[in-house]
């Protein structure tokens, strides 16, 4: 089974600029999730896609990220403008969770790492 | 909301002892509780989870508690190797299934010396 992919692996970027991520999420995954890992932290969730909708995006910062997941396959998370603060791995991670019910376990793919200079 | 809470931040041991790494979650209604290994420049990888109505689990050199009174949990890798050594992530579930949201922790970088 293929695993979570995300690309590119690395950008750099001056602040103001604007990039955007990419994730496809495991085959079959209802449940897709966007996650911001600052250095020496644990992953902090940003949104939480059930299908195409949002389920949770209470930490996303709306005045400069977006993301979308359209079709409930693939999703985009953006940056614009990108402020130094951003500097950090966003990882993206599905589940086969359908919702209301027993916990399933998250995937990781292995991010892309943000640099602002 | 929930808050996790991991100790130690660094760990180091010598091949073959254990390891033993802790965390404590504030919300009562946490009913489950993934462990994740991070080796450098990859996503975390699920190496063991426990649901809350199970005390401990076990999977080869890998087991985890849960005291539901006290709101621990912990992993313990016996035999270590340095293949084990990594940065280790606890993570809670606060909303009973609700969401299947995670809150993690800080988490252990495991140095495992040969």
């Known amino acids: 089974e293929a695993g979570v992919a995300q690309s590119p692996r690395y950008k750099i970027i001056e602040k103001r600029q604007s990039v955007a991520f990419w994730c496809n999420p495991i085959?079959?995954?209802?449940?897709l999730y966007w996650y911001q890992q600052i250095l020496g932290q644990g992953p902090k969730l940003l949104i939480q896609f059930q299908n195409n909708g949002v389920v949770d995006d209470s930490q996303l910062p709306k005045d400069r990220f977006s993301a979308e997941r359209l079709k409930g396959v693939d999703s985009t998370l953006k940056i614009q403008p990108a402020k130094l603060e951003d500097s950090a791995v966003y990882l993206c991670?599905?589940?086969?969770?359908?919702?209301?019910?027993?916990?399933?376990?998250?995937?990781f793919g292995d991010g892309t790492r943000l640099s602002i200079l | 909301g929930e808050n996790v809470e991991q100790h130690p931040s660094t760990l180091s041991v010598q091949e073959g002892d254990s390891a033993v790494i802790k965390c404590t979650y504030s919300d009562s209604a946490s009913n489950y509780f993934p462990w994740y290994k991070q080796e450098l420049g990859k996503g975390p990888q699920l190496i063991i989870d426990i649901r809350s109505n199970v005390g401990e689990k076990k999977d080869q050199r890998i087991a985890v508690t849960l005291n539901k009174t006290a709101k621990h949990f912990s992993l313990h890798i016996t035999e270590t190797q340095p293949e084990d050594s990594a940065v280790y992530f606890c993570a809670a579930s606060p909303d009973g299934g609700a969401t299947n949201k995670l809150i993690f922790g800080t988490g252990t970088l495991l140095a495992v010396q040969p």
């Open positions: 085959s079959g995954h209802a449940t």
């Open positions: 991670a599905s589940s086969s969770y359908r919702g209301g019910g027993s916990n399933q376990p998250q995937h």
